[in-house]
């Protein structure tokens, strides 16, 4: 619970500088915005990712009556119309998650939230999808980092391109007012220029809003990391 900690900033003077993501430039542009964590940790162990390593593996929620009582006090005692979701693992209790969606919609409030760091497609369906656009939804990720699968594979992301596509098709088809990105890594060790020709023409053919790719970097303590070291480059 870090609402004290509010105490500690002037947030009318915090949100005049930047926001969150281009989303909220663009959908709620001068909207007074804050982050709200619901969960710590992820499912996943992704070979580039630390979360696991620094977090420990699995997901650690908080309850849905804690939650809802700060995104109560945000609305009401700070004036937040726009909060960034920024767990790791949004959806990594699904039941939980759709009972805190469903919470969040009830509220009725005039406030809108974005999940910058992505959403497993494996778990999207049309029930949490709907729950989300409900609640105030306007942007979701995914994380899809190769549009290769035997890569995908190697990377042990916890998906696959099916079901990332069946994912973003849910949204498209149903939910057209949520901004869709995808999230890419290029640079992995003995990556081919056709892996990188796959990652960008399955990114091109999910025809999503936006596609954000970044190059890899080594993070320690991370299965990847000891992999480029055993390379012996001293780049």
Not at 31 to 56: D, I, P
Request: hydrophobic share 35%; glycine share 8%.
């Amino acid at each position: 619970d870090i609402r004290k900690e509010y105490d500690l900033i002037n947030l009318d003077d915090y949100c005049n500088y930047g926001s969150p993501n281009v989303w909220a430039r663009i959908e709620a542009p001068g909207k007074k915005w804050a982050t709200l964590l619901c969960n710590r940790g992820c499912r996943g162990r992704c070979t580039f990712c630390q979360v696991s390593y620094v977090m420990g593996q699995g997901v650690r929620s908080r309850s849905v009556s804690d939650i809802i009582d700060e995104i109560l006090f945000l609305y009401h005692e700070q004036g937040v119309r726009h909060i960034e979701v920024i767990d790791d693992d949004f959806l990594g209790n699904p039941d939980r998650a759709l009972e805190l969606l469903r919470a969040w919609a009830d509220l009725k409030l005039d406030l809108t939230y974005a999940v910058g760091s992505g959403v497993l497609a494996l778990q999207i369906n049309e029930e949490l999808a709907q729950a989300m656009a409900d609640s105030g939804c306007l942007m979701s990720g995914f994380g899809i980092e190769s549009g290769n699968a035997e890569r995908l594979k190697s990377l042990r992301k916890p998906t696959s391109l099916t079901k990332i596509r069946e994912g973003c098709e849910i949204f498209k088809n149903n939910h057209r007012h949520i901004w869709l990105q995808g999230n890419f890594i290029i640079g992995f060790p003995s990556e081919t220029y056709a892996e990188l020709m796959d990652t960008f023409n399955y990114a091109k053919s999910l025809e999503i809003d936006y596609c954000q790719s970044s190059i890899l970097r080594p993070i320690l303590g991370t299965p990847i990391y000891d992999q480029m070291t055993a390379i012996k480059d001293k780049r």
